[in-house]
């Protein structure tokens, strides 16, 4: 392990920032920020494992966004454009909770993903059209309360009447979610926290290139 | 009748089942309570129950169930439908919970109605997780009985939203909830009247109390509006009807006074909070929190009232956290730790040996974790004598070691456990921080701070302080004010006047929605730290509020 990834993976802003300053001017930028993604990995990992919680959690995804503000001009043009995947997200309708969604956001894109955050209390028609826009084939759904099963199903039903759903995978998470709310609902996978997030849409892109 | 038996002890209540019904809804439909928090998905592992003889276990007994429970015939009641005659035994006989009946009252009821000489009525607090009846004489204004039960809704799941949830997918559902809740209700007045030796029909009036759920469930009413964003209720306004149309059978000659809501999110209860504390006419600054799966915060500045409902999710009553249980025989309430590497010192309800931890112990013990080190501000434990890896837990916190205090197992305290205590203190704690940013007030200015219900009863104000759940106040102005929402309960039993105020009242409270307020997330999320914000956090500032706009 580099001393950047184990820097951004203690989230120590000022020692991240630093060594980024400096390597910019040598190394590739590329590698720089694979070198953050590790750390980053290790944070959701952490997290996963609850040594780390939330604010962990937000500060890494913060400090990332500082550092990339650095990388990202020397990016070159297809590198920046080479986003990983698109990914349209938002809280289903019914459902006003986004922090956890929010942090799920904050995670894809550190790692690489277009995001098209849509927010809280979102209506299925909405997830239609922003797909479709968009042409995002990953769609993330968040809900905390148990009577949103049932919206992500409409959700997920809007897709199939709209004649998108086999272009489009759906990952579900949130409250209670597990293994037979995503047979309810319809969805594709579920994830526990922002990093199995991160890990479905890198799976799903890979099924679909 | 086709099918095989199912009978339950220790009540003996017994039942032929189908081969599509669930031990856990068979005992639905006696009204039997079995504790589930996922409502019957097999997800929470709470509805464990004896069964005799055992089935053979299924992937979900396997995964909650630990080899002495396996082999001893414990299975999860949801799990399960029988296939020969049964006999499952219940966990816990409700005689033995420990339900809060006891509240303390501002002033004396200002007026009792006249005319009311020789009849009874009868006051009841609707909880969710307990139903708590008075028996008063309305002549006298003096209370005569109380029993208590655990809510048999709790059956259709320990919060609200599952039980909504149940509602809106179950044939009937809505009907299938109002009738338990309506037959448990029964069961208290009989109770009451037997205890009193009085006729049924002098029982002449009927007043209840209830959050905003359950009153919709108690009488029946739409909930689609009350489950789903923008949490509607079908009805905030009171209603008085007759115990028939009510559909109570053991009072053929009461009216019942249902008492007004505040919001979606708070209900009559709080109403009840805040005339029998007499809220509405304070001098000072005075706060009132009823901490529930849901917290109510009332705050009043010399009478001016804004409350708000935080959802600090039921880590309190013990669900969501692995040993947590109700406040019953055998849970630990209350535990300290006076040298890290040694064990702690419980002490535990009733003559039992300790089986889990309730809401109150739930809270020293974090608070204790974090004043011997053993947990950092961040909630991160730290590797010491008494915290191992345990399995598939990660850390955790030894309680108890089998012998320690007389425990048949180890009990644990484990990381995930601290985690959510700080997601529900952070919920309370932003809430109270928040009514207190809108009225200008700070915690130096709060005169008293009220604490309502079991949980603020039973926990030790020190510890509370300690993480942080309630505002950084003098321990002092604490005052435990019992069950406040059944004190209401009774003055509008007692008076129309009272309720009268109750009408003004739950009209001109001004109620703040946190899920609307913009810094709600960035300070909820600062105040998942442990202990009084301002303690020296190491995390400044962290956001993740809406605050920019969308790509
Ligand atoms: C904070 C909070 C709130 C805040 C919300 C702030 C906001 N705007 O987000 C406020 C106070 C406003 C709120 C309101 C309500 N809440 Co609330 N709330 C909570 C609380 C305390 C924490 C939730 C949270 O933010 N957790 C932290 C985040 C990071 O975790 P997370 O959301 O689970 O996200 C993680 C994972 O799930 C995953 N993830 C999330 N989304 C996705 C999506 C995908 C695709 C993937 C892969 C992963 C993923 O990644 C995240 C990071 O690891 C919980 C209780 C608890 N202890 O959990 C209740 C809780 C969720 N609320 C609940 C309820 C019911 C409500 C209300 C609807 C009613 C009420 N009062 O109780 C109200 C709304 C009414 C109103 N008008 O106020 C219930 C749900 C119960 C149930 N069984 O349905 C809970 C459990 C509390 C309870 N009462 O039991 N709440
Ligand atoms: S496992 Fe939750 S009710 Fe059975």
């Not at chain 1, 148990?146 to 990952?171: P, S, Y």
């Not at chain 2, 509602?167 to 009989?190: F, Y």
């Not at chain 2, 837990?393 to 644990?412: F, K, N, T």
């Not at chain 2, 899920?515 to 709600?520: C, D, G, I, W």
Request: hydrophobic share 40%; charged share 20%.
């Amino acid at each position: 392990m580099t001393d950047l990834t184990d820097a951004m993976a203690d989230l120590d802003e000022q020692k991240v920032l630093n060594i980024v300053n400096e390597q910019i001017r040598t190394n590739k930028p590329v590698q720089i920020l694979d070198e953050l993604r590790r750390g980053l990995d290790i944070v959701g990992n952490r997290f996963s494992k609850n040594e780390y919680f939330l604010v962990e959690l937000v500060m890494s995804a913060d400090i990332f966004k500082k550092a990339m503000a650095i990388v990202e001009p020397k990016l070159l043009a297809t590198q920046r454009a080479s986003a990983k995947g698109k990914v349209v997200i938002g809280t289903v309708q019914g459902d006003i909770h986004y922090i956890g969604k929010n942090l799920v956001v904050a995670f894809l894109k550190s790692n690489g993903f277009e995001v098209y955050d849509l927010g809280e209390d979102v209506p299925p028609e909405k997830f239609v059209d922003t797909l479709k826009k968009t042409g995002s084939s990953i769609l993330a759904l968040s809900g905390l309360i148990t009577t949103t099963h049932d919206v992500m199903r409409t959700t997920i039903e809007a897709l199939k009447t709209a004649g998108i759903r086999k272009k489009v995978k759906v990952m579900i998470g949130g409250g209670d979610i597990g293994e037979e709310i995503v047979k309810y609902t319809g969805a594709d996978a579920f994830g526990r926290d922002a990093l199995s997030a991160v890990e479905l849409a890198k799976k799903f892109t890979a099924g679909t290139k | 009748m086709s099918g095989p038996m199912l009978v339950f002890e220790p009540s003996g209540q017994r039942i032929y089942v189908s081969h599509a019904t669930t031990v856990l809804d068979a005992a639905r439909s006696l009204g039997l309570p079995i504790p589930t928090d996922c409502g019957g998905h097999g997800t929470c592992g709470k509805c464990r129950i004896k069964f005799q003889p055992a089935p053979f276990p299924t992937q979900r007994d396997l995964q909650h169930l630990s080899k002495d429970e396996l082999a001893e015939g414990i299975r999860l009641a949801c799990e399960h439908v029988i296939e020969t005659d049964t006999r499952v035994v219940l966990p816990f006989p409700e005689e033995q919970a420990k339900i809060l009946v006891w509240g303390s009252s501002k002033a004396a009821v200002q007026k009792l109605d006249k005319g009311l000489v020789g009849q009874l009525g009868v006051a009841i607090d609707l909880g969710t997780t307990t139903i708590v009846a008075y028996l008063m004489d309305l002549g006298t204004g003096s209370q005569i009985e109380q029993q208590a039960m655990l809510n048999p809704e709790v059956a259709y799941g320990e919060d609200i939203m599952t039980r909504m949830a149940y509602v809106m997918n179950a044939h009937e559902g809505g009907e299938e909830l109002r009738q338990c809740v309506l037959r448990g209700i029964d069961v208290l007045l009989t109770r009451l009247i037997s205890a009193a030796g009085v006729l049924p029909d002098t029982v002449s009036r009927i007043s209840l109390v209830g959050n905003t759920a359950m009153h919709h469930l108690f009488l029946g009413l739409d909930i689609h509006g009350l489950s789903l964003a923008p949490y509607r209720p079908a009805m905030l306004k009171s209603l008085t009807k007759s115990s028939d149309e009510i559909g109570l059978k053991s009072v053929p000659k009461a009216q019942v006074y249902v008492a007004p809501n505040i919001e979606g999110f708070i209900g009559s209860d709080t109403v009840g909070l805040i005339v029998s504390q007499g809220l509405g006419s304070v001098k000072g600054t005075v706060m009132g929190i009823d901490i529930g799966t849901n917290a109510e915060i009332v705050l009043s500045v010399r009478g001016r009232l804004i409350c708000c409902s935080a959802a600090a999710g039921p880590a309190f009553e013990g669900a969501r956290i692995r040993l947590g249980m109700r406040g019953e025989e055998g849970a630990i309430e209350h535990v300290r730790i006076n040298n890290p590497s040694e064990p702690a010192e419980l002490s535990v309800i009733g003559q039992a040996s300790p089986r889990g931890i309730c809401g109150s112990a739930i809270v020293d013990i974090v608070a204790e974790l974090l004043r011997t080190g053993l947990v950092d501000r961040t909630g991160r434990m730290r590797d010491s004598k008494r915290i191992v890896h345990e399995g598939g837990y990660g850390l955790c916190y030894i309680v108890a070691e089998p012998g320690e205090s007389d425990a048949g197992r180890r009990i644990v305290f484990t990381q995930e456990d601290v985690r959510q205590v700080q997601l529900a203190k952070a919920a309370i704690a932003t809430g109270a921080g928040v009514l207190m940013d809108e009225c200008g007030v700070t915690s130096y200015d709060i005169d008293a701070l009220l604490l309502a219900g079991a949980f603020g009863n039973y926990i030790r104000p020190e510890s509370a302080l300690a993480i942080g759940l309630l505002p950084a106040i003098p321990l002092d102005r604490i005052v435990p004010v019992g069950n406040a929402a059944g004190e209401g309960a009774k003055r509008f039993l007692l008076s129309l006047k009272e309720r009268a105020v109750a009408e003004t009242l739950s009209r001109s409270v001004k109620y703040v929605n946190l899920a609307a307020h913009p810094a709600f997330a960035d300070r909820f999320l600062e105040a998942t730290a442990i202990g009084q914000a301002g303690d020296g956090s190491n995390h400044s500032h962290v956001r993740i509020a809406n605050h920019t706009s969308n790509p």
